[in-house]
T-cell receptor, first 116, second 112 residues
């Protein structure tokens, strides 16, 4: 068990460019979550998947943001036409829905985005 | 909808002193409660959780928390802190295993 992996760890981009983040959850976890964290704030929920189905999206997730989990394993979060306000840490987490770890989220180290 | 209020944005404390980080939540349904710790430039690490059963929950690194349903609180305590406990601590709530809702965080600064 290697935990939740996120890539890249750091991304610097210019305003208007597109960026994509990848998350590899713990293999037996069927739920996958994306959160965004800005300086001095707690993580804010963006969206989550159960297997390949996207079950909920926050109103924070504008139409420039899209998340996928095509085979129910890894997930990608794409931000199109980045804005300076998108600068944040993007956190991925996963959890099982059964067993002793059910309902407990395990987080990755995060992907830090800086938009210049 | 759930919400979480962490009453202190920063808590300074001397090494080996006790500490309490306060957390209140609001929810119209039964909840699960969590405390996570975040060290600089790292992700969130689970400290402890309350899902059901005993209201006094023990976690890693000597931390414990008590679920108080009547006061809708889940305060985090440690009887004696170390320099290495310096970090940001987040209280979080979920209902029936759905998404976590986090508080704004409390920075614990342990001084020697």
């Amino acid at each position: 068990d290697t935990g939740v992996s996120q890539d890249p760890r750091h991304k610097i981009t210019k305003r208007g460019q597109n960026v994509t983040f990848r998350c590899d959850p713990i293999s037996e976890h069927n739920r996958l979550y994306w959160y965004r964290q800005t300086l001095g704030q707690g993580p804010e929920f963006l969206t989550y998947f159960q297997n390949e189905a996207q079950l909920e999206k926050s109103r924070l997730l504008s139409d420039r943001f899209s998340a996928e989990r095509p085979k129910g394993s890894f997930s990608t979060l794409e931000i199109q036409r980045t804005e300076q306000g998108d600068s944040a840490m993007y956190l991925c987490a996963s959890s099982p829905t059964r067993g002793t770890g059910a309902n407990v989220l395990t987080f990755g180290a995060g992907s830090r985005l800086t938009v210049l | 909808a759930q919400s979480v209020t962490q009453l202190d944005s920063q808590v300074p404390v001397f090494e080996e002193a006790p500490v309490e980080l306060r957390c209140n939540y609001s929810s119209s349904v039964s909840v699960y409660l969590f405390w996570y710790v975040q060290y600089p430039n790292q992700g969130l690490q689970l400290l402890l959780k309350y899902l059901s059963g005993s209201t006094l929950v023990k976690g890693i690194n000597g931390f414990e928390a008590e679920f108080n349903k009547s006061q809708t609180s889940f305060h985090l305590r440690k009887p004696s802190v170390h320099i290495s406990d310096t970090a940001e601590y987040f209280c979080a709530v979920s209902s029936y295993g759905n998404k976590l809702v986090f508080g704004a965080g409390t920075i614990l600064r342990v001084k020697s």
